[in-house]
């Protein structure tokens, strides 16, 4: 085992390095200097999609890594870069008459799918507090606050408690809730759950008050009551009434709602719910440490209840075992965890293309998959960008 003041140093340092490369890497590639805004793709080889169209999530996940960007390393740039992301977000995507955040967008900025997701709602709160943290601009603020206001009223289920997975651009109900082909058609899910609290922890962290602090409760306690409930697995897709439709285990929303979870419960402060959540943050910590890794080095991405394993971790699992560990690590002590943070930093290295000079790729060289784009709807420097934030952060601390 690596003596762990070398394993801090060595995270500290390059995760700092890495942060600013990144920041180089999307300044460089993802604005879009004709129509405006970011590019809605850019592929593997590093080119744009010109036509591609343009989602909520990439644009408020890069609204939300430029605002951190700018408040981390006080760039004018990741600044300029972040006022960008706001401006395209204010007066794009938001649906003006019904409500809201548009789910998808063409290349010039027309509305093609003016579906209300949970998840797509979450991230605009998430990006928007991050935006006036960084800036203090009191619109931000204001429509984050609206935004989270519209979530309570529209997506919260009073009968059976808990938040709705999708609906129409006019609020009623859909046939396919679905956030892509990969997830159950389950109207409630873990993924929109935990960004809902990621989000609402934000929030209260930058501008607490009394709506912010009961909604982060709210959310907080229905997803340790539902999907963290056994403090060693998420349960992934319900339906209405909590019928538990699972069946894998995902060993990277498992360790990141690990960290997330404790965050949320930091912010918000109750010493009791601090004590349970940490319970099962350390559950989940432990468990993916034990169950998750795949021989290589590198986090498996899902294990069925079948049996199977597929050890292909994607970037954004590996990226988020990173903080993961780190926070089990400063939680308890137990260097494992900080040893499990270097394993995967130097399988990241090695498979992902970490620390060489560019954005990471989907899957680990070993893998031997095709090429998937190196910016889209799915990609974006939220999850790799972050945890090197959050390394330097950490372990400047520790």
């Known amino acids: 085992m ?17 942060a600013e490369v990144l920041l180089r890497w999307w300044a460089d590639k993802a604005p879009d200097a004709v129509n405006g805004g970011f590019h809605g793709e850019i592929d593997a080889a590093g080119e744009p999609v010109v036509d591609a169209p343009k989602s909520i999530i990439l644009n408020t996940r890069l609204m939300w890594f430029f605002s951190a960007m700018a408040h981390c390393l006080g760039s004018d740039e990741a600044r300029g870069l972040a006022d960008r992301a706001y401006v395209w977000l204010r007066d794009h995507f938001v649906d003006r008459d019904h409500g809201g955040v548009y789910w998808l967008l063409d290349a010039k900025g027309q509305v093609t799918d003016a579906k209300k997701q949970g998840y797509a709602q979450a991230f605009a709160v998430y990006a928007l507090s991050e935006y006036h943290g960084a800036t203090g601009d009191v619109g931000a603020l204001a429509l984050a606050r609206q935004l989270q206001r ?3 009223d529209r997506f919260w289920d009073p009968q059976y408690r808990g938040y709705v997975e999708a ?12 956030l892509s082909d990969k997830d159950a058609a389950s109207p409630k899910t873990m993924n929109t759950h ?4 990621e989000a609402y922890a934000n929030l209260h962290r930058v501008a607490p008050d009394e709506a912010s602090g009961h909604a982060l409760r709210r959310a907080l ?3 340790a009551d539902r999907f963290a409930d056994d403090g060693r697995h998420l349960k992934l897709f319900f339906g209405m009434d909590w019928e538990d439709h699972t069946q894998a285990v995902s060993y990277g929303h498992d360790i990141e ?24 943050t350390i559950g989940l910590s432990r468990a993916t440490l034990d169950e998750g890794f795949n021989g290589r080095g590198g986090l498996s991405y899902e294990r069925g209840f079948e049996g199977h394993l597929d050890p292909d971790g994607e970037w954004w699992g590996q990226a988020e075992g990173l903080v993961g560990f780190v926070n089990a690590w400063q939680m308890t002590g137990d260097e494992d965890f900080l040893d499990a943070a270097g394993r995967l930093w130097r399988y990241l290295k090695d498979q992902y293309g970490a620390a060489s000079g560019g954005e990471w790729t989907w899957y680990g060289a070993d893998a031997g998959r095709p090429p998937v784009y190196a910016a889209g709807m799915w990609k974006c420097p939220y999850h790799n960008g972050r945890a090197m934030i959050e390394l330097d952060k950490r372990l400047k601390a520790s």
């Not at 609906?167 to 679905?178: E, V």
């Not at 949320?264 to 940490?278: F, N, P, S, W, Y």
């Open 2 to 18: 690596i003596v762990t003041a070398d394993i801090r140093q060595t995270l500290r340092t390059e995760a700092r390095w890495e």
């Open 150 to 152: 519209e979530i309570e």
């Open 167 to 178: 609906l129409s651009a006019y609020w009623s109900p859909i046939d396919d809730p679905r």
């Open 194 to 197: 935990l960004h809902l609290l």
């Open 221 to 223: 306690t229905i997803f």
């Open 257 to 280: 709602a690990a960290w997330l979870m404790w965050e949320g419960a930091e912010v918000l402060g109750d010493k009791a719910l601090l004590a349970r959540i940490r319970t099962l």
